[in-house]
């Protein structure tokens, strides 16, 4: 029998002595402690911060109902046809698709086939691209400067109004926002490791980011391709070769899909919606693409859409502003505060390389955003709050730890008090909302560039400690100035429920189009209140509480149900939505639909992607979008739905009071389709609804 001290019976063993147990300790403190080399705070601090937006971004999601029904019922379609998940169709029966590449239904139409279909399943992932993203930029601006800086920035990206609006909205901006900020990680890290694959990886996120909003995505490359080209530890040649080499990996990573589409036969996928000839290049490169830059958008609403003057003014208008503009000023003046720090620094610095990047990445979308004589909408911001927030935290810090020298404070003390009354200014557009805290605002702002200045020019006996404490308190004052007004902001957006196709971030602003809402269609109408108007039996105007743009579009939440008492109501019973709202169909007029569904490849059609979405997330079943977004695209044609209609595949027609306008050169397919139903079946009407049996003779 064996007398050596390890022979330990079995049962003897504790936790402490198995390997496994010690792992598990080992790997739990290691989330919770982070790296060794970092202060002890530093990784708590992370876990809070990411709490903190996972809160923000997924408390009460839900009341938003279906958000934007477009995309709602195109993530529906998806989870039941695979084929309408892969191009992104509207409808499970591949009549059409959104106007957008599919990247972004690929996640929502994978979250609605695992979870079902409701509100919360359709929103859940742009709240976790969200959280994602907040830590990814932590990540990156970390690396190049320290531990506060990407905290300062992750928390900046987290409370920017508009970026609290579109993570909490199953627009595609949110999975944009993420994959771009992924792209500018890869960059860095290439730059910082010299490791070229991490470039390739940057483009394979800027090709994903190309199907996920088409060519938005490229504003970012000028900066990313500058940082590499001047920093990258490597001779000119092989930096301009590995940069042909992520431009490649660009192509195929997006490209792929896109020949899939050009290729495969018409008749055998679904109509490109937003196109005139069923091309996803024209999509790409017309409506979505140069046409938003010079405002010839050919089936668009329109030749004049109202969304703010064009110039460099028009971000900081108060249609916009409110969004995004908070530290829109500070992120400029700092970015050159910090080419002005790093200037003497080897070319391959990585400080100057991250200020290359986000200062292009800044500067290139603020441009094309001011100047864009197309369509643009307010959530579009979004794509600037990461830049915005990087070059913040990382130019503050950056003269935070230059503090020692005369000129660093009253720099600081400049950016404070522009970003003071900037502030000020938004804060005295929304005159409802918290009045006082304008003034906290100011009396913060006053304190915190007293502080800084006091504290670069005291002298005496006692000058360090004196400086000190007012360099501590004019931070304090600063932030308290800087970011009190936009997380006040995002709280308020995060509370409020948002519904339509457009949406906006924030209380109501005043000297916008018109109205008191400062958008149009915002909380009781405005100048375009009329073009979206609802239809059948009339619908009440959006009140006080909901930010929501075209008609009020009445969410029933997951079951399709009339009004939820978000804010916003459609008549009951039923109507008709407009080109910028679904409709939400009543008890009669859903029982209509769904009766002998499966006998039909659609069960309605009707004019306009909104109008079918209200019906198709009622009933669950395949509503054809007759004309597509804007009612405008030729798909199908007159000939085609007659064709459809005689082979027995659609069962009702529902009009519509969508108002599309050909005026901007698009198909005028949808309204010679509404007149020959109209003169060849009988009307009748169903909760307020006129509906035409296309079955009968």
């Known amino acids: 029998m064996s007398t050596t001290s390890d022979a330990v019976p079995r049962f003897e063993r504790t936790a402490a002595t198995s390997p496994g147990t010690g792992r598990w300790r080992r790997a739990a403190t290691s989330v919770w402690r982070g790296r060794d080399a970092d202060p002890r705070w530093v990784r708590p601090a992370l876990l809070v911060l990411l709490l903190t937006t996972g809160v923000l971004y997924l408390v009460g999601l839900s009341e938003s109902g279906w958000a934007n029904p477009f995309y709602s019922a195109a993530a529906q379609a998806g989870s039941q046809s695979w084929e309408a998940w892969f191009y992104g169709s509207s409808d499970a029966a591949n009549a059409i698709t959104v106007d957008k590449p599919p990247a972004a239904l690929w996640v929502t139409g994978l979250s609605v086939r695992v979870f079902g279909l409701s509100s919360w399943s359709i929103l859940v992932p742009q709240a976790l691209?969200?959280?994602?993203?907040?830590?990814?930029?932590?990540?990156?601006v970390r690396r190049r400067s320290t531990p506060a800086a990407g905290l300062i920035a992750g928390a900046l990206l987290a409370t920017t109004p508009v970026a609290v609006l579109m993570f909490r909205f199953n627009n595609p901006d949110a999975l944009l926002v993420l994959l771009m900020i992924a792209a500018t990680w890869a960059v860095l890290t290439s730059v910082d490791t010299g490791r070229a694959r991490f470039l390739y990886w940057a483009g394979v996120f800027v090709g994903l980011g190309f199907l996920t909003k088409q060519l938005q995505v490229f504003l970012v490359l000028p900066g990313l391709g500058l940082a590499y080209l001047w920093a990258a530890p490597h001779g000119l040649g092989r930096r301009v070769r590995h940069l042909l080499l992520a431009g490649a990996a660009v192509v195929v990573a997006g490209g792929w899909w896109v020949a899939v589409v050009e290729l495969v036969p018409d008749s055998w996928r679904p109509y490109v919606g937003g196109s005139q000839d069923n091309s996803f290049l024209e999509l790409t490169f017309g409506y979505n693409g140069f046409g938003r830059l010079t405002g010839d958008e050919t089936g668009s609403v329109g030749a004049t859409h109202g969304w703010g003057e064009t110039g460099l003014g028009r971000m900081f208008s108060s249609e916009f502003g409110g969004n995004v503009s908070w530290l829109l000023p500070a992120a400029f003046l700092l970015a050159i505060a910090g080419f002005v720090v790093t200037r003497r620094a080897p070319r391959t610095d990585v400080r100057r390389a991250g200020y290359l990047a986000w200062a292009g990445w800044l500067l290139v979308t603020f441009v094309a955003f001011s100047f864009m004589s197309g369509i643009i909408h307010p959530y579009y911001t979004v794509a600037l709050a990461p830049a915005v927030a990087a070059l913040v935290a990382t130019g503050a810090v950056d003269l935070w730890r230059l503090r020692s020298a005369r000129w660093a404070l009253p720099?600081?003390?400049?950016?404070?008090?522009?970003?003071?009354?900037?502030?000020?200014?938004?804060?005295?557009?929304?005159?409802?909302?918290?009045?006082?805290?304008?003034?906290?605002?100011?009396?913060?702002?006053?304190?915190?560039?007293?502080g800084f200045v006091a504290a670069a020019f005291v002298r005496g006996p006692v000058s360090g400690q004196l400086r000190s404490s007012l360099r501590q308190a004019g931070a304090v004052a600063a932030a308290i100035a800087v970011l009190a007004g936009p997380a006040s902001y995002s709280l308020q957006t995060a509370s409020t429920a948002h519904t339509g196709a457009i949406v906006s971030a924030g209380p109501t602003v005043s000297s916008g189009f018109g109205m008191a809402g400062g958008m149009p269609g915002t909380r009781g109408g405005g100048q375009f209140s009329g073009m979206f108007a609802q239809g059948g039996a009339g619908g009440q105007s959006g009140?006080?509480?909901?930010?929501?743009?075209?008609?009020?579009?009445?969410?029933?939440?997951?079951?399709?149900?009339?009004?939820?008492?978000?804010?916003?109501?459609?008549?009951?019973g039923g109507g008709v939505g407009g080109l910028l709202g679904a409709s939400t169909p009543g008890a009669a007029l859903t029982a209509l639909l769904e009766?002998?569904?499966?006998?039909?490849?659609?069960?309605?059609?009707?004019?306009?992607?909104?109008?079918?979405?209200?019906?198709?997330?009622?009933?669950?079943e395949p509503v054809m979008a007759v004309g597509g977004f804007n009612g405008t695209d030729p798909a199908p044609t007159l000939a085609q739905f007659q064709a459809?209609?005689?082979?027995?595949?659609?069962?009702?027609?529902i009009a519509s009071s969508s108002m599309a306008s050909t005026t901007s050169g698009g198909s005028d397919d949808a309204n010679e389709i509404s007149e020959w139903v109209a003169a060849n079946f009988t009307a009748t009407t169903v909760d307020g609804t006129t509906v035409y049996d296309l079955t009968a003779s």
């Open 129 to 140: 691209e969200g959280v994602a993203a907040v830590a990814l930029l932590y990540a990156t």
């Open 595 to 620: 009766a002998d569904a499966g006998s039909y490849s659609w069960v309605a059609a009707t004019t306009g992607s909104n109008n079918a979405a209200g019906y198709q997330l009622a009933t669950q």
């Open 411 to 450: 720099v600081l003390a400049v950016v404070v008090a522009v970003s003071t009354a900037w502030s000020v200014v938004l804060l005295s557009r929304s005159a409802d909302f918290v009045p006082w805290l304008r003034w906290v605002v100011l009396v913060a702002g006053v304190l915190a560039v007293a």
């Open 543 to 572: 009140q006080s509480g909901q930010r929501t743009f075209g008609p009020p579009t009445g969410v029933g939440g997951p079951t399709g149900s009339a009004g939820t008492g978000l804010g916003t109501r459609s008549a009951r």
């Open 644 to 653: 459809h209609v005689a082979a027995g595949d659609i069962h009702y027609y």
